[in-house]
Every structure is written in C-alpha cells, then in structure tokens.
C-alpha cells in the first residue's frame, strides 16, 4: 500500500509564501515523475507543476517565475514553493506521483488527499 501525505497548506495574504511537501510512503520501490494539481472552486482540476525523476521540471504559465518545485529523492517527498501569491492562486492542491511498488512491477499513478490553500486579497 501506498500513501501521498500533503502539507504546509493554509491562510496567507496576497504576496505572500507557502511551501507545500507531499511525502509518499508505504510499498515504493522506485518513484518517477511527481506533480503538483489544483482545484479551484468551480474549475476542473489543472496541472501546476511536474518534476522528473531526475530535475527536469515544467510549470502551468500562470505560476512561472512564482513557483518552484524541487524533491527529495531520499525522502521519497515533491515540495512546491509557492511565492507572490495570488487570490487566484486559492485552491485545494494536489500532488501525485508515479510509483513501482516492486521490481517489475508496472508504474501506478497515486494521489494524495489535498490541502487548502486560500489567498485573501
């Protein structure tokens, strides 16, 4: 079994910073890709950020130049740091990630549960 445990979401003011981790943990025999998503209210679910297994990285043009994310490969954990926040940037974020769970054994897309976060104007 397999678990994405977020954190670091909450209540900040426009301009200002967060710094969201997603740790994975459980049956993980390697990790490829990690990525950040968002839901706003109203609004489909939409890609934010994506790492490589190694440092390639990609970026929704609505957060370039304001957010980066980075990982951990011993710690099995994607961060996102989020900086020049927005109102707009208000969203449960999601981060996923592409686990073999043995060798072998084909890569399977999980999840974590999401975490707030809110931008007041």
């Known amino acids: 079994q397999v678990q994405l445990v977020e954190s670091g979401g909450g209540l900040v003011q426009a301009g200002g910073s967060l710094r969201l981790s997603c740790a994975a943990s459980g049956s993980i025999f390697s990790i490829n890709a990690m990525g950040w998503h968002r839901r706003a209210p109203g609004k489909q679910r939409e890609l934010v950020a994506v790492i490589s297994s190694g440092t390639v990285t990609n970026y929704a043009d609505s957060v370039k130049g304001r957010f980066t994310i980075s990982r951990d490969n011993a710690k099995n954990t994607v961060y996102l740091q989020m900086n020049s926040l927005k109102p707009e940037d208000t969203a449960v974020y999601y981060c996923?990630?592409?686990?073999?769970?043995?060798?072998?054994?084909?890569?399977?897309?999980?999840w974590g549960q999401g975490t707030q976060v809110t931008v007041s104007s």
């Open positions: 996923n990630a592409d686990i073999r769970s043995r060798y072998g054994s084909p890569y399977r897309q999980y």
